[in-house]
């Protein structure tokens, strides 16, 4: 399993932000996916899950309605598109096979600050 995130960056309060995670080594098409995300010196948080065909969607109560997970299994990818992005939302972004994030990427990194 090898997964890449990528899109992070710094945001200010307000902002949007959309994340991408490349995958590969796995029957893509058939897995759930997940973002998890965590601070430095918390565990890590679950975030979203999305179907292996994309029909359904999971969120956290602290990112429903502000964050929209979605996938492109034909390239083998899923996102995490933020929106009203809070400081509360700074963290390290990884997706995961499992909710868990036990098998995740190496995360990219959200900084939302003015």
């Known amino acids: 399993v090898q997964l890449v995130e990528s899109g992070g960056g710094l945001v200010q309060p307000g902002g949007s932000r959309r994340l991408s995670c490349a995958a590969s080594?796995?029957?893509?098409?058939?897995?759930?996916m997940n973002w998890v995300r965590q601070v430095p010196g918390k565990d890590l948080e679950w975030v979203s899950t999305?179907?292996?065909?994309?029909?359904?969607?999971w969120y956290a109560g602290s990112v429903k309605g502000r964050f929209t997970i979605s996938r492109d299994n034909a390239k083998n990818t899923v996102h995490l598109q933020m929106n009203s992005l809070k400081s509360e939302d700074t963290a390290l972004y990884y997706c995961?096979?499992?909710?868990?994030?036990?098998?995740r990427g190496q995360g990219t990194q959200v900084t939302v600050s003015s």
């Open positions: 999305i179907s292996s065909d994309g029909s359904n969607t």
């Open positions: 995961s096979t499992d909710p868990l994030g036990s098998s």
């Open positions: 080594g796995f029957t893509f098409s058939s897995n759930y």
